[in-house]
């Protein structure tokens, strides 16, 4: 197995965690806040998928899914095209609603595209450094490392959430 192939078979847990987490909700359901402030199972499966998309997108050179695709109309969400979830006020937090179907979808396209620009990589492009504005500098296999750790966080809470207001009661 590849270093790339490694990395595919990673990010292929991320869609099936959170498909798993929104399957069979209701976007009012995938609305609902476990406690106040908190984040939804809407907002957590959109924030994986954005990030991914926008910092997939950065390393590959290429514009994200989210508006070559069309996702963003498609959403209609009262954010700028460029939102990621980064930041957001709580309310904010409560604006990100959809379906299950419009979710999974985005996020489908999103690991589509990440697992092509894998596929690109031969294992020493994972030494080049992307960015120096650390120290140390980062490399582009640290970056995907990074990328993957937040989206399997989050996919990971979105199952917690779920558990919390569907079978805690």
Do not use: K
């Not at 499966?45 to 910092?55: E, F, M, S, V």
């Not at 006020?89 to 979710?103: F, I, P, Q």
């Not at 990589?121 to 030494?127: F, G, H, R, V, Y």
């Amino acid at each position: 197995m590849t270093p790339a192939e490694l990395l595919a078979e990673a990010f292929a847990r991320v869609p099936e965690t959170v498909e798993r987490a929104v399957d069979g909700l209701s976007t009012e359901q995938l609305a609902t806040r476990p406690a106040a402030g908190a984040n939804t199972l809407a907002w957590l499966a959109w924030h994986t998928a954005r990030g991914q998309d926008a910092q997939v997108a950065d390393l590959a050179g290429t514009e994200q899914v989210w508006t070559a695709d069309g996702w963003v109309e498609r959403f209609g969400l009262p954010f700028p095209a460029d939102a990621l979830g980064y930041g957001m006020s709580s309310e904010d937090v409560g604006r990100v609603r959809a379906s299950a179907e419009l979710l999974t979808g985005y996020l489908r396209a999103v690991h589509e595209r990440t697992v092509a620009y894998l596929g690109t990589l031969a294992p020493e492009d994972l030494d080049e450094v992307v960015d120096e504005a650390w120290d140390p500098p980062v490399t582009r296999g640290a970056r995907l490392v990074s990328i993957l750790d937040d989206c399997t966080q989050h996919a990971g809470q979105a199952g917690y959430v779920r558990g919390l207001l569907f079978f805690s009661r």
